[in-house]
């Protein structure tokens, strides 16, 4: 019997959802969720349904779980704790500094209800999160490092999009090579914000713009830009729309540790992405938690959940003496 | 209150456990257990005790972590499932072939006892397994990579040992560069085990040995050397000592996937190891996993387990709270 998931929220991360199950047998998409009119919403899965969200409620003994694919600053918030008060879901909320706030929150909702929720799913905060978790446990005596890309940043996009006389705008964020050489020398070398990533910003204006006074804007925007060396290039935007279509990204959590009596033997984990579709990735991150949350409540677990709380086995569909024998 | 550890077992491996122990302050070295006489066992905790293995059974109250550090040829097979019907414990048994019998025998015991024993806890199996096991059920449709090294293979370096006329050997196994840049390229190539790694040794041998012969013999190796391209150097005793006398090792685990409607994005998940000493990253992997084993314990649970199953939160020393906060 396969687990029937429900998607809640259709833009990018929802359509990524959809293909995602498509590639695990064991699950099947029951229905999408909109804000929009349901009628206007069209779909890659015959077999499904789109319902509106306020329909959510009457579906509860038709989905196993839900998975949430709205936006951190706005919809995540209310929209997780509401859905853990009737069923399992996975949300892939995003600002870390929130993380203790939401998580309470949910948790308070899932217990209630008896329900699994797990939070905070995707690649950062999720399977970076993991990686430093691992490597820390590992190897108290060392340092982190997170670098992120190359790859796209959204928000820095937008932030350059909202400057006067912008028409499009795409960031990316680059780690610079000879920090990352750094880190993994294992010289554990402090690092500023400027010595870890670069800026690239590609930038549609319209006619007749004030290109330096746009150029300026950019990159002394406080928290966005001004602790970065960045670089601005003004492109068409057919340019843009032929060359910085995808949303790449990606990164790498480098632990650098000792161990000995003296600390002498040097040790460096690394975990690293390379992602065509940021997206499209951090969707099949959010299905395989599904599965979990799923087996996770069926064992009588409950409460609001993150990915430190997910032992792996439940990742996978196949057996514990399956993976025992082919993956350790 | 510190988790009270037994060291089961005193050759490198050990040591390693014992130097770890004191990067944990919330573990305390109680007991090593030794074949030996225990007064001629010196160890490098003043505190800890040396007592004979025999007597381990006298101290089920002393100890609340048995860490085994045996081989897994001959010692983990009887040792794990003997020491797990008394205490929690923690082995390394590497044995892939043999991990779904030994997992049988050592569940078997722990379950009699109410006792958590976790095997095969290192970097392959271990950190490698995860990876393997994450990665595939984010990416189910993709490929899996392990490449080993550079680093000292002792297995091989005994092969090699077993020559008439060799005195001392070292054995590297070197990942093939070509290789792994084109499972990084996203290619989804084939390789075939020539392809994926190379073999250096370097070798002691005999005044007046034939060196042609011994290296025809140490090539032509069926299973060990015969499969790969294989480089020998002939250097002295004193070479070997001064420029091989470490353990270096470490490796990469590479997951290729697709996704999207069409599988048209690509991506890369990569996890490698840069270990100076292969047995003390060994060891600190085995006392994080010590600490797991103690809570899971304490929450009731007992029987065999592997790194599949402990859920990550465990083997941190920080609180749930605190992970959240500083790595999620």
């Known amino acids: 019997m396969s687990i029937k998931i429900g998607i809640y929220g259709y833009g990018n991360l929802g359509r990524g959802v959809e293909s995602a199950i498509k590639q695990n047998p064991d699950m099947e998409l029951v229905a999408v969720?909109?804000?929009r009119n349901p009628a206007d919403v069209k779909i890659n899965t015959a077999t499904a349904l789109v319902c509106h969200t306020d329909d959510a409620k009457y579906m509860t003994d038709k989905i196993d779980v839900m998975i949430l694919c709205g936006?951190?600053?706005?919809?995540?918030?209310?929209?997780?704790?509401?859905?853990?008060?009737?069923?399992?879901?996975?949300?892939?909320?995003?600002?870390?500094?929130?993380?203790?706030?939401?998580?309470?929150?949910?948790?308070?909702?899932?217990?209630?209800?008896?329900?699994?929720?797990?939070?905070?799913?995707?690649?950062?905060?999720?399977?970076?999160?993991?990686?430093?978790?691992?490597?820390?446990?590992?190897?108290?005596?060392?340092?982190?490092?997170?670098?992120?890309?190359?790859?796209?940043?959204?928000?820095?996009?937008?932030?350059?999009?909202?400057?006067?006389?912008?028409?499009?705008?795409?960031q990316y964020t680059i780690p610079v090579p000879e920090a990352l050489d750094a880190v993994r020398s294992g010289s554990a070398p402090a690092l500023t914000t400027r010595q870890k990533h670069t800026r690239e910003c590609f930038v549609v204006v319209e006619d007749g713009a004030d290109k330096s006074k746009i150029v300026n804007e950019i990159v002394t925007m406080p928290n966005y830009f001004a602790d970065y060396d960045t670089t601005v290039h003004f492109i068409s935007k057919e340019e843009l729309d032929r060359d910085h279509k995808n949303l790449p990204h990606g990164g790498f959590v480098i632990r650098s540790g000792r161990t000995g009596e003296n600390g002498q033997n040097n040790h460096i984990i690394e975990y690293s992405l390379k992602l065509d579709s940021n997206p499209?990735?951090?969707?099949?991150?959010?299905?395989?938690?599904?599965?979990?949350?799923?087996?996770?409540?069926?064992?009588?677990?409950?409460?609001?959940?993150?990915?430190?709380?997910?032992?792996?086995s439940y990742l996978s569909s196949k057996s514990a003496e399956e993976i025992r024998k082919t993956m350790l």
Not at 84 to 100: E, Y
Not at 157 to 170: E, L, T, Y
Not at 288 to 301: H, I, K, L, S, V
């Open 33 to 35: 969720f909109t804000r």
């Open 71 to 170: 936006g951190s600053a706005t919809d995540l918030p209310t929209q997780t704790p509401e859905i853990a008060s009737m069923f399992n879901c996975i949300d892939s909320f995003d600002t870390h500094a929130k993380i203790p706030e939401h998580f309470a929150n949910v948790d308070k909702t899932a217990k209630e209800s008896g329900k699994v929720a797990i939070i905070s799913c995707g690649w950062d905060p999720g399977m970076f999160s993991l990686n430093r978790l691992y490597a820390s446990a590992i190897l108290p005596d060392g340092e982190d490092y997170t670098f992120w890309g190359k790859g796209v940043s959204q928000g820095h996009s937008d932030a350059i999009r909202r400057i006067d006389g912008v028409v499009d705008a795409r």
């Open 280 to 312: 499209e990735f951090t969707s099949s991150v959010l299905v395989c938690y599904a599965r979990a949350a799923y087996r996770m409540n069926n064992e009588g677990m409950s409460g609001c959940k993150t990915v430190f709380d997910v032992a792996p």
